[in-house]
């Protein structure tokens, strides 16, 4: 698997089908850090040629050097000068972050405290993502903690060996509720803003903001710009996906609901975002747990796969419909496509990547009863590649990639409650 999935961004807005530009950069950073702009991407090219059908991921938990991990959220990131993807784990108890620097195939170098901060701190902290704000090369720490009633957000700079220290303003106060941020270029300067959302934020304002957007300044310092920025939203914010929906060549986003009609936000081109949900999206009342993109049928737009707990019986198409895809008419206006080799079970995640180089994304699916590998052909072709691909053991509650061992290939890995597994990429 020969990709640049990088969580959440890419350095410009370009298909996820045409990102061999990105080979000579660094290849994951989450999951999708090292670029600084838009979308994550999904595919790049295969700079060797490997006969796709013998692509694997094989279990490589050895490599590890905890032997019971205790996981409360994981990410991969660069902490360190070297090019391989180093993985950060925050403890059960959410006390502790860790940094597990790679090794390539030697494994990882025995657990280390992130840093005198996160060794010394007593607040729980309730949520991390990893990305680059002050564009030195290394990947940052945000962290979001305290209370529901009074949360914060911090922001631990990397060293570049894989040491993390707080500057005096680098916390912000956020608003009650808030529960999860991601890092993307909103305003198209190249550097990454903060996204933050939450299931119910109490509004301060008359303006029911739903979410909350700090705008990076350039330095590593933000500016919380929200009311000028954002539109007044309902609650319920479960997930949200960046991509350029409309064509325009910014950032655009699609949130994921708990319960009810997903919503639509088109990006002016400079940061601010209208809400196109009734004119854009059709009318779906699930309970839509989380949605990722990518070109499904080869026709230059970003299409979404929606992954649901449930669908309203109205809205299903065959009896048993839990997922389904929005297939992009142009311009950012979606129909809902039903697909019959979708699982038809309740599932939480989706993560599309080119798993064995053939350039049409496929898709890993977290159900209910485990992960679902659908190998991709194009033009909303399928096939169910689970018992073939991917390891014994896969019941998982969020995954991350990376590239370990610096062979340009996204290994991965995968966690639940009672434990977690390492997945290597291979061609054999």
Partial sequence: MNICKLIYQKKSYISPFSISVLILGLLFILFISACGGISKPHIKRNPVTHNPSSQSFRDATGLLPIKELSIAQANFLLANKDSSSDLAILNKSKLKLYILLSQGEKGFLKKISAGQWTKNNKETINFFATADVNSDGGDDLILIF??????????????????????????????????????????????????????????????????????????????????????ALPAGIRDASFADYDGDGVVDIFLVYEKGQNRLLINNGVGKFSDRTSSSIPRLLDDSKHADWADFDQDGDNDILVVNRSIHKKYRRYSGETNYFLENKGGGNFRKRSHKILPRLPSQKVYLLDGNGNNHPDALILTAKGVYYLQGYGKWQFSDETIRRLPRFKKFDQMVFGDINQDKYLDLFGWSRQTGRLWLNRFD
């Fill in 146 to 231: 305290g209370n529901s009633e009074n949360p914060k957000t911090k922001i631990l700079f990397n060293n570049k060996k894989g040491y993390f220290y707080s500057k005096k303003d680098g916390s912000y106060s956020l608003r009650p509720g808030i529960e999860k941020v991601i890092p993307v270029d909103l305003d198209g300067d190249g550097d990454r803003d903060l996204f933050y959302f939450g299931n119910i934020i109490k509004p301060s304002t008359k303006k029911y903001h739903q979410t909350m957007v700090l705008i990076n300044k350039g330095d590593g310092k933000f500016e919380n710009l929200t009311s000028l920025l954002m539109p």
